[in-house]
């Protein structure tokens, strides 16, 4: 597959796609993310921009992937993943 698939109810603002990368319904990917070819980002995913996808990457359904995050050439993530990037979360620590 030479040309990336975008489901018409996708909404990509990105140029950053690699060939045969498919992109499915519902998904939002903001401006400023890379990602490489022969990618599949399922239904329902929200990347934020500053991220970087590599090439044969297979992100399923409902998946948020903020800012800073990077996925190495080959990784798979399952469904229903949320990936933080606050490096000093607010959460108490009793000693």
């Known amino acids: ?5 975008i489901h018409p ?11 045969g990368t498919r992109i499915w319904a519902f998904s939002h990917v903001m ?3 890379v990602i490489g070819t022969n990618c599949n980002i399922g239904d ?3 990347i934020e921009s500053g ?3 590599g090439d044969n990457v297979t992100i399923k359904n409902a998946n ?3 800012d800073g995050v990077r996925l190495m050439d080959g990784v798979f ?3 229903h993943v949320t990936f ?3 490096l000093y979360p607010r959460s108490p620590r009793l000693a």
């Open 64 to 66: 948020e992937i903020w």
């Open 51 to 53: 991220v970087t996808i």
């Open 9 to 19: 109810s996708a909404l990509v603002e990105t140029k950053q796609i690699g060939k």
């Open 84 to 86: 933080t990037n606050d």
């Open 1 to 5: 597959m030479d040309e990336s698939y």
């Open 31 to 33: 401006d400023d993310v």
């Open 77 to 79: 993530v399952g469904p």
């Open 44 to 46: 329902h995913c929200f």
